[in-house]
């Protein structure tokens, strides 16, 4: 983490905004001894089920749990880390399994504007985040992969999907702002960013 690494609050004037119809999917209800570790695929793997609902409706799709265990086994870095989270083989990944019709790529993005920018175009992006955030599950020491779906001005309150949590209802949190903008900043805004290739 850079100590020269700056975060910059949200303006006061930016509107209240939720991105509806992403998936939910909780890491913890995937059937698998490593599932604590599927952050990364399992909020990756809901903004490819986001996409396919718009761009590939006829095609069959298997249940969003199952197609997160094989998203994890087809991007774990087995190689080096044995790991999960490696930014580039899921992004490859999601483009694989979104057929081709968006691509992914990893950004350090400027702003919580520059993301808000991508939920008005109807685009989820997938956050890593570090530390502790009121009403997490936990803290995120580790690092923590979340989707930003929306904004929320009365609250000052960025709108998240936590897969860390079990239940549909609960993986909706509102974090605070400042914490929010804390554990982002943490990883350096660090963001995947998805990029229909159809219209």
Known sequence: YS??????????TLPSFVLNNVPRQSQMK????RRG?????????????????KFSKNVKQRALDEQVKTFARKSHDDNYLDIYGNWILNSAQAYNDSFGKVAYRVERLNSFEELYGYLKKGIPVAVSIRGWLRGGYKNYKDGHFVVVV??????RAVICVDPVFRSWGKMLRAYREKDFLRAWGKSRNLSYIAKPLVS
């Open 37 to 53: 570790d599927f952050c990364s695929p399992t909020s990756t793997s809901m903004i490819v089920r986001y996409f396919n609902n």
């Open 3 to 12: 100590q020269n690494f700056k975060t910059i609050t949200m303006p006061n």
């Open 30 to 33: 995937v059937k698998h001894k």
């Open 150 to 155: 929306g904004w929320s001005q009365k609250r």
